[in-house]
């Protein structure tokens, strides 16, 4: 119920958000709620956690309320047996969610992209991705170069090639590292290749040299959040596959990331279900106070996520780390105040 309600907000403001450029296009009712229904899976995975924390502290909290804890505690029965079940419960939704994860969520979110880049937008993807590496192909050649960070114009293992009418190479220019600035690429450390006819080519070496390529970073379009058009395998063979040490960071805290944030859920219950108790002895409130202090503990716990996948993506942290140190914490935090309650 808590997971249809989420639903039922996320879509309608996101539908009043995008409807206009819909219609400016003139695009069909039908496009429309294909839209907003396939992304429901990309919705549910966003919203896990928060609602699994939600469901247990409701669920522990209508216990309260009708003294049915009470009642089961006189018994004899602990603490722990009693929220056994809800544990239960997030863990097996946390298992549900990394399968949609894996087989559902990565045809919806490129069907979505795809609708509102291309459709919608008319944002066409120019360029391709593959094994940590991005393709383009430009009016006078082919470009090819990875990019470790897609919001700055640097890119490393840099090459153009160019081919003549026949379609044999005419030259080639390979570089280290490329900077696109003011309207000028500069290469770093490179060569070029140049025909000579006849199966020959003539190499020159430079450390520094700029050249006029027709093209700017901004052709090179890719959709963005193009991780989530990948399943938990899919990351984890393209990290496998990165070159360039930063770009296999990146690569594996996304991986790391993605796993982490959809199992935040049940460590966050763990530590939701000790602190309404804590909040019904202290206060005398249980759902009233419980349900606020539970969305904001689930916030403060994803600002930190987040910003450890920031450091972790700018090779500050180590991604592992990065993805299992709030687990970690709010985790034993919460056992810990179980137990405590248990007492």
Known sequence: MIMAYFIAIYVLIDFFEKIDSFMEKGKSMFLVMKFFLLNVPFIIELMG?????????????????????????????????????????GLAFSLLLLAMSQF??????????????????????????RNGRYYYRGDNGFYSFSRPDPHKNVFLHFSYSSWDKNYQLDSLVAAKKAVWRKGTWTLYQGQIQTGQGRGRYATEIFSKRHFGFTKRPADFFVPEYRSLELSLVGLFLNAK????????????????????????????????????????????????????????????????????????????????LAATTVHLLIGVTGIYLLLREDT
């Open 104 to 129: 559902v969520l990565p045809t919806t979110a490129a069907i979505t992209n795809r609708i509102w880049n291309v459709e919608v937008k008319g944002r066409v993807p120019l360029g391709i991705y």
């Open 241 to 320: 596959h990165q070159r360039s040490e930063e770009e296999a960071n990146r690569a594996w805290a996304e991986f790391y990331g993605r796993i982490a944030y959809i199992l935040l859920g049940l460590p966050l219950l763990l530590l939701g279900l000790p602190l309404l108790l804590i909040v019904y002895r202290q206060w005398g409130r249980d759902l009233s106070l419980a349900i606020p202090v539970s969305c904001g503990l689930a916030f403060f716990c994803w600002g930190i996520w987040a910003t450890m996948q920031s450091l972790a993506k700018a090779n500050y942290l180590n991604p592992l």
């Open 49 to 89: 956690p928060v609602c699994i924390l939600l469901a247990g502290v409701v669920t522990l909290g209508i216990l309260n309320r009708s003294n049915e804890l009470i009642a089961l505690k006189a018994c004899g029965i602990p603490l722990h047996k009693i929220v056994g079940p809800i544990l239960l419960a």
